[in-house]
């Protein structure tokens, strides 16, 4: 297989050139592909292929439902140790602390909220244990405007669960 670069509009940063010349074979088929520069000026191939990449860095935020499914990993599995280990390796991940003090506190304040924001929402108990319809809120992310709604209606007592 083979990628065809023709203007400028495609791959227009060596990130978005690599990304391009990454997908030039077929995953699983091929073991290379081809990258085709056509009616490109050399220097600027040259500096598509030879310049550096920035330094890419993800997150991965813990949230309150991340938090809520946590816990009902712990609740479901009597707080199995192979959960309890899998749990920490999740918290530990360098995309979600700061590896500093000032970062794990930060993580530590925001795990203590989410906790505190799922007791006052009645989805979990003095425990951590589930309560009402904290599975159905574990599968909404919080970014979602039903999850407010959701969680509006429980507080005014417009929903009530099992």
């Not at 978005?16 to 081809?34: I, M, V, W």
């Not at 292929?49 to 813990?62: A, C, D, I, K, W």
């Not at 009902?72 to 920490?88: D, M, Q, R």
Request: proline share 4%; charged share 15%.
């Amino acid at each position: 297989m083979s990628f065809l670069i023709c203007s400028r509009t495609q791959c227009s940063t060596p990130i978005q050139y690599r990304q391009c010349a990454g997908r030039a074979g077929r995953r699983g088929f091929d073991l290379k592909g081809n990258v085709v520069f056509y009616g490109l000026p050399l220097d600027r191939v040259q500096r598509l292929v030879m310049s550096r990449l920035p330094s890419l860095g993800g997150n991965f935020p813990l949230t309150s439902t991340l938090t809520l499914r946590l816990l009902n990993l712990l609740h479901g599995s009597n707080n199995a140790e192979i959960c309890v280990k899998a749990i920490k390796s999740i918290v530990n991940l360098p995309q979600i602390v700061i590896n500093s003090p000032i970062g794990r506190e930060q993580l530590l304040h925001h795990l203590r909220f989410s906790i505190e924001y799922l007791r006052r929402s009645h989805l979990i108990d003095q425990t951590g244990g589930p309560l009402n319809l904290f599975s159905l809120a574990s599968h909404l992310y919080v970014g979602l405007s039903i999850f407010r709604v959701f969680f509006a209606h429980i507080d005014m007592n417009l929903v009530h669960g099992t």
